[in-house]
Nanobody, 124 residues
Framework: VQLQASGGGLVQAGGSLRLSCAAS??????VGWFRQAPGREREWVST????????SYADSVKGRFTISRDNAKNTVYLQMNSLKPEDTAVYYC????????????????????WGQGTQVTVSS
């Protein structure tokens, strides 16, 4: 499985970006987004299971970010609205095969595959 994250960029505070995570190889995976700012640990952002029927968000992004997926395109999206400078980070998508325990999917170690990061910079 290969994951390709894209869509990052530079945006002013209050603006929006949409990240994409395209998967090749095995499909219908549970996908999560994480982010990592310089000098900080990798932080979980959101997870969506393969059917799209279960979604979870970190409190820091709840109400501002929306995760979705298009299984026909093997792509998961992260719509980020009302961006803040503290959202600045490299964003990574990750995927896991098989059944998941949703409450455990906020840990990087729960995922089997990782994409390269895409930089999101929010200016104040």
């Amino acid at each position: 499985v290969q994951l390709q994250a894209s869509g990052g960029g530079l945006v002013q505070a209050g603006g929006s970006l949409r990240l994409s995570c395209a998967a090749s190889g095995r499909t219908f995976l549970t996908v999560g987004w994480f982010r990592q700012a310089p000098g900080r640990e990798r932080e979980w952002v959101s997870t969506i299971i393969r059917s799209g029927s279960r979604i979870s968000y970190a409190d820091s992004v709840k109400g501002r970010f929306t995760i979705s997926r298009d299984n026909a395109k093997n792509t998961v999206y992260l719509q980020m609205n009302s961006l803040k400078p503290e959202d600045t980070a490299v964003y990574y998508c990750a995927a896991k095969n098989g059944q998941v325990i949703m409450s455990a999917m906020n840990r990087p170690g729960a995922y089997d595959y990782w994409g390269q990061g895409t930089q999101v910079t929010v200016s104040s």
